[in-house]
């Protein structure tokens, strides 16, 4: 992402956790905790969805870990079908020792986190592109941002809309954009900054 970007290894439940991490400038606000999409289709911690999270995160004053799943990159272990890996986050999570953390994830990530946070009690919890169609997810926190392109195709505005709506929770629609954020990067950094300032 920067130039400060460290790589660093966390001890996971099926090995190795390979971690990209960058601190601010000044002394952390507190830590947040960033998942990418689905490992098997391409999904690494260099995503770009994942980056912008990161930057905007960075930019608010929190020390960001982008996580790479098992069996992404140098993090060791099999995929685990989204099982693992919540414990992986969660062993990063608790590697991380900030009181104060978010958690933050794009699709497949997204949904891990939402799992992750029913059991942790994030600060802030961004979802974005959830993976409203990738089996049964708990309700989210009070609070929750979730986002989502208006020409999502890999992930219907409906399922999200389905998911959200007994909750009463809702959901921020960014005009134009696709599952990936193509030209939209900048407005997902926008909305992600002006809820957790």
């Given at each position: 992402m920067r130039a400060g970007t460290?790589?660093?290894f966390v001890a996971g439940p099926a090995g190795q956790i390979e971690c990209a991490v960058d601190a601010p400038a000044g002394t952390p606000v507190g830590g947040a905790l960033i998942a990418h999409p689905h490992p098997l289709y391409g999904g690494t911690l260099d995503n770009k969805v994942v980056q912008s999270l990161a930057r905007a995160f960075l930019e608010l004053g929190y020390e960001t870990w982008r996580p790479n799943f098992r069996g992404v990159g140098e993090s060791e272990g099999v995929h685990d079908h989204g099982r693992g890996e919540v414990d992986d986050l969660a062993a990063v999570l608790e590697?991380?020792?900030?009181?104060r953390f978010a958690l933050a994830g794009f699709s497949f990530g997204a949904?891990?986190?939402?799992?992750?946070?029913?059991r942790t009690r994030p600060g802030k919890l961004v979802l974005v592109g959830l993976a409203a169609t990738s089996g049964d997810l708990p309700p989210a926190p009070e609070?929750?941002?979730?986002i989502h392109g208006e020409q999502d195709t890999t992930v219907p505005l409906a399922a999200v809309l389905d998911w959200a709506r007994p909750q009463d929770l809702p959901v921020v629609?960014?005009?134009?954009?696709d599952h990936f954020f193509h030209r939209k990067l900048h407005v997902l950094r926008a909305i992600v900054r002006a809820y957790c300032a």
């Open positions: 460290r790589r660093l590697h991380m020792r900030h009181e949904a891990a986190q939402l799992r992750l946070a029913v609070g929750t941002l979730v629609l960014v005009p134009g954009a």
